[in-house]
């Protein structure tokens, strides 16, 4: 018993010490130690206010610094034993509170964090990461790709937990700044992924997007005409089992309002603005409804991540036959030759606003 209790008290006396000289090498040399190391590893200039060890083992860093792209109040950081022990790196915990974070993309479509790392020769060892939190984050989405001066989006209030690497469970809040900044868009997120059996079970709600601040992400969806103000609503269920994606998307979009459209102007082909307008305004371009409902299928696979757009385009094409056999009876010769018209552009159209965005490209289904 006496053995015990003395090893008990080395191992505390051991781990007292062992905090004194951690604390006292970060306040003389810590600072300075982990800014090479970091510059080591990374392109732009990194700076740290101060750097201390909090009990038990809890590395706090004050006013971090990565020129160009970050800036937080306070970064915590929990190494991990267990990896450290097997030969590798590894955090038990990574939180930012008050993070700011600047992404940016150029004309040709590449990001900013694309040039962040410094190339290394040689394999390097993994990082592994057990939690992620973000406490009040900020993003600045800075877009010279949509706009030549740079359109500017901007995510506050944002909330992130992700946990366990190989099947990570996430949770994520965030408020979308549109025109009005007492009225921003709520977007939140939660669900988990195994990467192991590629399943996935994941919900995503959009409520309240400012559509006429961001329409020129999806202007050509509605109308030739601009927007003159629109709410962007959308609830997305994306499950995955073995690798398939089958999810589905309902997107509502109302209070479309116009502006006022100049006399003389030539009518451009219609390809997506004509259909949407052929799904709820009876198939004439100056016939425009005030909103907007579509439910989608989803289909595609999770890794690699691809979307099947022929799917969406099908869907949608079903709404418009729906919408043409509600109208007159006398109208729907006309009507169906409208719809063929306009699908004859229809594919064209998504596979060129995909393949310049590079979000997913297209599948096609096997004939």
Known sequence: MRKLAKIILFLIVAFVIFSLIGFIFL??????LVVSQMENILKPKVEIGAIKLNFPHTVEMDELKIEGFLQTKQLLIEPSLIAFLSGNVGFSKIVLVDPVVTLQRNANGDFNFNNLLKEKKGESKPVIIGEIIVDNGTVNFIDK??????FVSVIR??????????????????EVQGTDKEK??????????????????????????????FSPYFQSFLSEQKLKSANVSSQIDLTAKNNEIDGKCHLNIDNIVYEEQQQGG???????PGLISSVLGGGDSQE??????????????????KINLVKITGSIFTEMLKNTIATEPEALPQKFESIGDKFKSIGKSFENIFKEEKVAPVETPSQ
Request: glycine share 8%; no cysteine.
């Open 288 to 305: 425009k409804t005030n909103q907007i409902t579509l439910d989608l299928p989803i289909k595609g696979t999770l890794i690699p991540f």
């Open 145 to 150: 790709k949509i706009k030549s001066d740079g």
């Open 27 to 32: 306040s003389l040399k810590g600072k300075s």
């Open 266 to 272: 030539e009518s451009k082909e219609i390809s997506i």
């Open 184 to 213: 921003p868009g709520l977007f939140s997120a939660d669900g988990w992924i195994s990467w192991l059996k590629k399943d996935m079970d994941t919900n995503i709600k959009l409520s309240n997007l400012d559509g006429a601040y």
């Open 157 to 174: 209030k944002l909330d992130l937990k992700i946990s366990n690497p190989l099947s990570p469970r996430f949770r994520v809040s965030a």
